[in-house]
């Protein structure tokens, strides 16, 4: 497969693109800085950011004289932002981290999705990582949490305009790793982050590679076509069965499961 990579010189990025290659694919990544890329004969990496449209756009142009097309494109390329009290943030770095993590999404999309050429039976595939915050409130990290909101109804939009394409596009939880954002976390301190998220941080960095598997396991998935017609919904590498939905990939389909949705108490059986 022909891979494309946003991220791809840190944390899940890094750890997908060497596990992709190890299997025989070819990868493409990018990030703000290559500094840490994987040097590797099957892998292209550049450097460009992606809240960025022109510098994403002239790589898109690039790359696709190169490439020509793509089997898939993954989007890791994130950024935590300011962690604190909504109230007590600077409003720049605010936008900063929500043009990173949403307008960075939409750019990397809005470029690149012209290579995914599916033939025959395949279908072209996109993965975009979700985060902490993204299906529940998350205190003191609310410019990371709302742009990963959005990049989860950005997927279920997609997802529905492109029903009669073959492309398949999802969104993935990835659960705590450790990576940057993680001694982030620990550097700000519990003042700005929270007990609970100094604990939860403490507790990840404790982890090892192991932690990164369940990613590794639902990509793979994800990217197969086994996967085939499961697309729009937001997935959690770890507490979501995954392994099985190859089996259930109508019921998916056909049903809201896996996605964000209003509740009322109707929808509980329950009266106002």
Known sequence: ??????????????????????????????????KGAVVHARFRAFACDVAEWDKVDHLARTIAIEAQRMDAIIVCAALQGPVGPV??????????????????????????????????????????FSGGGASKPRANFSAYAASKTGVVRLVETLAEEWREIAIDINAIAPGAVPTRMTEEILRDGVEAAGEAEIAAAHATVRTGPESFERIG???DFLLSPESDGISGKLISAVWDPWEQFGKQRERLRKTDLLTLRRVTPEDRGEAW
């Open 1 to 34: 497969m022909n891979i494309l990579i946003a991220g791809a010189s840190s944390g899940i990025g890094r750890f997908l693109a060497e596990r992709f290659l190890k299997a025989g694919h070819n990868v493409w990544g990018f990030a703000r800085s290559v």
């Open 87 to 128: 109230m007590t943030l600077d409003p720049k770095m605010w936008s900063a981290a929500v043009r990173v993590n949403l307008d960075g999404t939409f750019n990397v999309l809005r470029a690149f999705a012209a290579l995914l050429q599916p033939a025959g039976d395949t279908r072209g595939k996109i993965l975009c």
């Open 217 to 219: 396991g639902l990509v």
